[in-house]
C-alpha cells in the first residue's frame, strides 16, 4: 500500500488555505454576471488574509521540512511569503476598476492572481527540484494569461504573448541546467542532497558548472537581469497596469527566494565558481537598467527599466552567500514592494483618468489638484532612489554594507553609481510632477505629439479610457486603492525613519537560510 | 532484463511463433466477420446477403480480397506522395500490434503463456498505439488532397480525441477493482468474484459507446459519412490501400471487443475444462462483434453536434462520476 | 540490439526536432515533432521506463500533438514572412548555438563524473512500471504532484479566460 508521507499540516496551513481559496473564489465567479465584483475582491483579500494570518503564526514556529523534504517552511520562505500575500493585497483593490479585469471576469482574474501567489508560495518553499519547477510554472502560467487579459488592447496581447515565449525559454533553460546538476550530483533531487552529491570533488566539474550557468540564466530571465531582461519593458508596459506592479514586485522576490536557496545550499560547493559570474551580471545590469531608464517617456516601461536595475542591486545580496547578505536582499525586497506598489498604483489611478496611458504627461502637473496622488509618487521615486528617509535609502546601505563586508566593495560602488545615474530619471518624473503645467492638448491629439509613448500612432482603442463604467472620471477617487497607495507610501516613509521592525523582519530570512546550511 | 518484468523468460521462437499464430487466427478472422455482417445485415433488412459465391455465399471474401489485391495502385495528383502511401501502413500497424495485448488464457505448460505479450502498462499500451492509428487516419486524409477525405479526417480526430478519454476513463473503474493494469490479472480476477460487467455496468455500456466512436463504427461513422463525404478519409484510396483501411476497422473492432471481453467480461474464464479457454474467449469476442453489427444495423448515424455533446456533456461526466464512486468504494470495502 | 535501437530513436529524436525548426510547411513540422516525440518514447523505452514511454505517446502524440496536427492542417499553407524581425539573426543565432553546442560539448567530455563511462546503475525489478511512477508521485513527490494538478486548473482557467469570447464592444455602462 502507498505509504503517505507525514505531513505537518500547521506548517502547509498557509498553502492550504490558498489553495481553499482559489476554489472558493472560483465557483463564486461562475455565479451572477461578469462574476460578482465585489464578493469576489472581498474572498480573495479574505483568502490572502488568512494566509498571511496562517504566514505569522508560522514565523514563531520552528523550521520544518515538509511533506518528504518537497517544501521548507523557515524564515526565507515566510518572510518572502509575506511580501508576496502583502503585494497581492495591494493589488486587489486597484483591480476593483480595472478594464482588464472586468473584460476577463473577476472571479477569473482573481482565480488566476492567486493561483500565482499560490506558486510564489510554493517557490519560496521549494527545496527540490521537482517542486522548484512545478512552482515556478504555477507562478508564471496565470502571469501570461494575466499579462494578455485585455483583449481588447493588442499591447496586452502582445505583451502575455511574449511574456510566454520567453517564459517559456527561461523555463526551458532552467529544466535543461537543473537536468545537469541533476546528472552531477549523482541523481539528487533534494537541495541538501545535491550539494551533498557535488561536494568538494565535482565542485568545478564542467558538467555541473554548464548546468550551474543554464540554471543561473533560466532564473536570470524571471528576475529580468540583463542580458536577459530585454522582455521586460515591453511586457510591462502592455500588461494592465495592476497586474504590471504585481508581477515586478512578486514574481520578483519568489524568483529571488528561490534563486538564493538554491544556489546557496544546493550549489554551495561551487560558491566561488558562480560568485564572480554573478557579480558580472549583477554589475551590467545595474549599467543596463539604470541607462535604458533614461530616455523612456512611458512611466511603465521606466519603471520596468528601473526594475532591472533594481535586480542587479537584489543579486549582489544574494551573490554574497552570506547571512547579511540574504537580510540585506530580503529588506529590500520588501521595501521594493512597498515603494513599486504605491508607484504602480498611481500610474494605474492616472491611466484611467486621462487619455494619456502610462505616459509620464499624465502625471504633469498633478500637484496642485491631486497632492495625495503627486506625494506618494513623489516619495517612491525618491525612494527608489534611494534617498535618505526612505526605506529605500535604508535598502541600499544594508546592500552596500553586506557587499562590503562579503569583500565585494567594487559591486557597492557599482550600485551607489547606478544610484546616481538613476536620480536623472527619477527626478524628471517628480519634475514633471510639480514643475510642469498640466497638459492641455486635446486626448485624441496627445497620442500623436508623445511618439515614443506606449502606442505611437496608434490611437486608444476604447476612446475615453479614463471614464470609469459610469462615464464619471472617478477612477482615482476609489478610496481603496487611494487607501492603500497613502498606506503603501506612509510605510516607505516609516521604514525609512525607524527602520528596525523591517530588520528585525528581514532577519527571519537569514537565520532561515543559516539553519538549512547548519546541519548539512 | 527485460524479462525480469514478466516474471519467466519464453525463449524468442515462442514468442515469434506465438505472433504468427495470434496474427494468422485474426487475420483469418476478419473475412468470416465481414461474411457475418454482411449475412447478418441481410437478415436484419429481410434479404439474404451474398449468397453466389460459393455455397451459401461463403466464398464471398475471398473473392473480395481478390479484387482489392488485383486492382490498380492508383494514386490522385494531388496527393502527396510518401505520406499517402505510409497512412495506410501506420493503420494496420497499430492494429496489428494492439492484437498482441489480447490475453486467449493464462500462462500454460509452465512457460508459455497464451497472450501476445503482457507489459507492465498493460491497457495503456493499446492507448499508445491507438494514437498511431490516429495519424494513420489523419494523414490518409490530409495526404488525399481531397476535400472530402480532408472533412473526414478532421472528423475522425476531433472523434477520436473527444472519446479517447471516456474510454479511459471508463476502463479506470475496473483496474481499480482489479488492482492491476495487466489484461491478464484483470481477467484471473475476475475468476473467483463475479464479472466485472455487474459492477462496472456504467463503465462497461461508457467503453463500448466509446469502443463504437474509436472505431468509426455506426452509429458513429461521421469520418466516412458516404451522404455527405463520399467515403470519408480513404475516399482516394483503392486497391490494397483501401483493403488495409477496411481490414483495419475490422481489426480493431476485433481488439475492443477482446479488451472489453478481457476486462468486463472475465477472459478467457468460463465453464468446462482449461483448454477451452481461448475458445471462450474468441465466443466472447464474437458476440460482441455481433452486437456491433445489430447496432449498425439498427441506429441511424448521428448528428455532428449531437455525436460532440454526447462525448463531451454525457459520457465524460458519466466515465468521470463512475471513476470517483468506484475509487470511494474500493477505499472503503 | 540495444546499440541499434538507441542510436535509431537518438537519430530519430534528433532529426525530428531539426526538422521542426527547419521545415517551412508548419503541417511538416508538427508531424516532425510527433515522430520526434515518438523516437523519445522508444529512448524511455530503452532506460526502462515503460510507464513514462507510454504516458509520452498517449499523453503527447496521442493527445496534445492531435491538436497541434488539428490547427496545423486547418490554418496551414499560410506562407511565413520572409523578412527577418530583428536584422543579423541569421548570422548570429547560429553562432550563439554553436558556441552553447561547442560549450556543452566540452562539458560532458571533460567531465569527472563516473558514472559517464560505464554502464550505469542496475535497475531494480519493477522499475518504471506503473505502480512504481504511481508511488513515486504519492509518496515522494506528493506536493509536486498535487501542484501540477492546480497548475492544470489554473491552466484550464486561463484558456478559458484566453479564449472566451469576446465581450461586446465598449459599452460598459451597465455594468457600474
Known amino acids: ?369 491631486r497632492p495625495a496622488l503627486a506625494w506618494s509618487l513623489t516619495i517612491s521615486m525618491l525612494a527608489l532612489a534611494g534617498l535618505p528617509g526612505t526605506a529605500g535609502f535604508i535598502g541600499k546601505l544594508f546592500l552596500i554594507e553586506a557587499a562590503v563586508a562579503g569583500n565585494y566593495t567594487w559591486l557597492g560602488v557599482f550600485i551607489v553609481v547606478g544610484s546616481m545615474i538613476s536620480l536623472v530619471y527619477y527626478l524628471r518624473v517628480v519634475a514633471a510632477i510639480w514643475m510642469r503645467p498640466a497638459p492641455r492638448l486635446a486626448p485624441a491629439m496627445a497620442g500623436a505629439s508623445t511618439e515614443a509613448a506606449g502606442e505611437p500612432g496608434l490611437p486608444r482603442r476604447t476612446g475615453e479610457p479614463g471614464r470609469t463604467p459610469s462615464g464619471a472620471p472617478s477612477g482615482g477617487r476609489c478610496w481603496l486603492v487611494l487607501g492603500a497607495i497613502l498606506a503603501a507610501t506612509a510605510a516607505t516613509v516609516a521604514f525609512g525613519i525607524v527602520p528596525s521592525p523591517l530588520i528585525d523582519f528581514s532577519a527571519h530570512a537569514g537565520e532561515g537560510l543559516a539553519s538549512m546550511l547548519g546541519p548539512g | 532484463m527485460v524479462a525480469a518484468d514478466v516474471g519467466f ?162 476502463l479506470l473503474g475496473v483496474i481499480m477493482m482489479a488492482g492491476s493494469l495487466s489484461l491478464v490479472d484483470i481477467a484471473n480476477a475476475q475468476a473467483d468474484t463475479i464479472w466485472y460487467v455487474i459492477p462496472q455496468f456504467v463503465g462497461f455500456l461508457i467503453f463500448m459507446v466509446a469502443g463504437f466512436a474509436e472505431t468509426n463504427r455506426p452509429p458513429f461513422d461521421l469520418p466516412e459519412a458516404d451522404a455527405e463525404l463520399v467515403a470519408g478519409y480513404n475516399t482516394e484510396y483503392g486497391g490494397m490501400r483501401f483493403g488495409s483501411y477496411f481490414m483495419a476497422e475490422y481489426m480493431e473492432m476485433v481488439v475492443v471487443s477482446g479488451i472489453a471481453a478481457a476486462m468486463f467480461l472475465g477472459g478467457w474464464h468460463g465453464p468446462g475444462p482449461d483448454w477451452l479457454g481461448p475458445i471462450w474467449m474468441l465466443a466472447k469476442i464474437m458476440v460482441l462483434i455481433c452486437l456491433f453489427i445489430w447496432v449498425r444495423a439498427t441506429l441511424p448515424r448521428l448528428r455532428y453536434d449531437q455525436l460532440m455533446s454526447l462525448g463531451w456533456k454525457v459520457l465524460l461526466p458519466l466515465a468521470t462520476l463512475n471513476v470517483l464512486v468506484t475509487a470511494v468504494l474500493v477505499v472503503v470495502t | 540490439m540495444e546499440q541499434v535501437a538507441f542510436f535509431a530513436g537518438a537519430i530519430g529524436a534528433l532529426g525530428g526536432a531539426i526538422a521542426v525548426i527547419a521545415l517551412r510547411n508548419p503541417f511538416y513540422s508538427v508531424l516532425a515533432l510527433v515522430v520526434h516525440l515518438f523516437s523519445l518514447a522508444g529512448l524511455f523505452l530503452l532506460l526502462h521506463a515503460e510507464f513514462v514511454a507510454a504516458a509520452q505517446v498517449v499523453v503527447y502524440a496521442g493527445a496534445v500533438m492531435v491538436l497541434y496536427v488539428f490547427v496545423a492542417a486547418y490554418v496551414g499553407g499560410v506562407e511565413e514572412p520572409l523578412w527577418d524581425a530583428i536584422p543579423g539573426q541569421r548570422i548570429l543565432a547560429p553562432l550563439i548555438g554553436a558556441a552553447l553546442f561547442i560549450e556543452l560539448s566540452i562539458a560532458v567530455l571533460g567531465s569527472g563524473l563516473k558514472s559517464l563511462g560505464d554502464e550505469g546503475e542496475v535497475i531494480p525489478a519493477g522499475f518504471g512500471s506503473p505502480e512504481a511512477v504511481g508511488r513515486l508521485l504519492l509518496e515522494r513527490f506528493l506536493i509536486p504532484f498535487e501542484a501540477a494538478s492546480l497548475l492544470l486548473l489554473i491552466a484550464a482557467v486561463g484558456a478559458v479566460v484566453l479564449a472566451a469570447r469576446r465581450p461586446a464592444p465598449v459599452d460598459r455602462g451597465g455594468a457600474a
Not at chain 1, 129 to 151: D, K, N, Q, T
Not at chain 1, 192 to 205: E, K, P, R, S, V
Not at chain 1, 286 to 293: C, E, L, P
Not at chain 2, 115 to 141: E, H
Open chain 1, 1 to 369: 500500500m502507498i505509504e503517505t508521507p507525514a505531513i505537518d499540516y500547521g506548517a502547509l496551513s498557509p498553502i492550504i488555505a490558498l489553495v481553499a481559496g482559489i476554489c472558493v473564489v472560483l465557483l463564486v465567479g461562475l455565479i451572477g454576471p461578469r462574476g460578482r465584483r465585489g464578493l469576489s475582491s472581498a474572498l480573495t483579500l479574505a483568502t490572502l488574509a488568512a494566509a498571511a494570518g496562517l504566514l505569522v503564526w508560522q514565523l514563531g514556529e520552528p523550521d520544518a521540512d515538509l511533506v518528504a523534504g518537497a517544501l521548507r517552511s523557515d524564515g526565507l520562505s515566510i518572510t518572502i511569503g509575506l511580501i508576496v500575500v502583502a503585494a497581492a493585497a495591494l493589488v486587489v483593490p486597484l483591480q476593483l476598476r480595472d478594464p482588464a479585469a472586468e473584460e476577463a471576469g473577476f472571479g477569473e482574474t482573481h482565480t488566476l492572481l492567486l493561483g500565482s501567489v499560490l506558486g510564489m508560495l510554493l517557490l519560496a518553499e521549494a527545496q527540490n527540484l521537482i517542486s522548484f519547477f512545478v512552482a515556478l510554472e504555477l507562478l508564471s502560467i496565470p502571469l501570461y494569461v494575466l499579462c494578455g487579459s485585455h483583449r481588447s488592447r493588442s499591447r496586452s496581447l502582445e505583451s502575455g504573448l511574449k511574456y510566454l515565449i520567453v517564459g517559456s525559454i527561461g523555463s526551458a533553460t532552467l529544466l535543461y541546467g537543473s537536468a545537469f546538476i541533476y546528472g552531477g550530483s549523482g541523481g539528487a533531487t533534494d537541495f541538501t542532497a545535491i550539494a551533498q552529491g557535488i561536494g568538494a570533488d565535482l565542485a568545478d566539474d564542467p558538467l555541473v558548472l554548464i548546468g550551474i550557468a543554464l540554471v543561473a540564466v533560466g532564473l536570470a530571465f524571471k528576475v529580468s537581469i540583463a542580458p536577459f531582461h530585454q522582455w521586460t519593458p515591453d511586457v510591462y508596459e502592455g500588461a494592465p497596469t495592476p497586474i504590471t506592479a504585481f508581477m515586478a514586485v512578486a514574481t520578483k522576490a519568489a524568483a529571488f527566494a528561490v534563486f538564493a536557496r538554491f544556489f546557496i545550499t544546493a550549489l554551495g560547493p561551487s560558491a566561488d565558481q558562480w560568485q564572480p559570474a554573478l557579480a558580472a551580471l549583477a554589475a551590467v545590469t545595474i549599467v543596463v537598467g539604470n541607462v535604458g531608464a533614461l530616455g523612456q517617456d512611458s512611466l511603465k516601461r521606466l519603471l520596468g527599466y528601473s526594475g532591472v536595475a533594481q535586480a542587479g542591486y537584489m543579486l549582489t545580496g544574494l551573490l554574497l552567500g552570506t547571512v547579511k547578505g540574504i537580510d540585506a536582499l530580503v529588506f529590500y525586497l520588501a521595501a521594493y514592494m512597498l515603494i513599486n506598489m504605491a508607484a504602480f498604483a498611481v500610474i494605474a489611478v492616472r491611466e484611467r483618468e486621462t487619455a494619456y496611458g502610462d505616459d509620464i504627461t499624465a502625471v504633469q502637473g498633478i500637484g496642485k489638484d
Open chain 2, 9 to 170: 523468460a519464453e525463449a524468442s521462437w515462442i514468442m515469434v511463433v506465438k505472433s504468427l499464430v495470434i496474427f494468422a487466427v485474426i487475420l483469418g478472422l476478419v473475412p468470416m466477420i465481414l461474411l457475418l455482417e454482411r449475412k447478418l445485415l441481410g437478415r436484419f433488412q429481410a434479404r439474404y446477403g451474398p449468397n453466389r459465391v460459393g455455397p451459401k455465399g461463403l466464398l464471398q471474401p475471398l473473392a473480395d480480397v481478390v479484387k482489392l489485391l488485383s486492382k490498380e495502385a492508383y494514386k490522385p495528383d494531388a496527393a502527396v506522395p510518401i505520406l499517402w502511401a505510409i497512412a495506410p501502413a501506420l493503420v494496420i500497424l497499430s492494429a496489428t500490434a494492439t492484437l498482441a495485448i489480447i490475453p486467449f488464457g493464462d500462462v500454460a505448460d509452465g512457460n508459455v503463456g497464451l497472450y501476445g505479450i503482457d507489459v507492465s502498462i498493460g491497457i495503456l499500451y493499446a492507448f499508445a498505439f491507438g494514437s498511431i492509428s490516429f495519424y494513420g487516419l489523419l494523414l490518409g486524409g490530409w495526404s488525399s488532397g481531397s476535400k472530402y477525405s480532408f472533412m473526414g479526417a478532421m472528423r475522425s480526430a476531433a472523434q477520436l480525441i473527444s472519446y479517447e478519454i471516456s474510454m479511459g476513463l471508463a
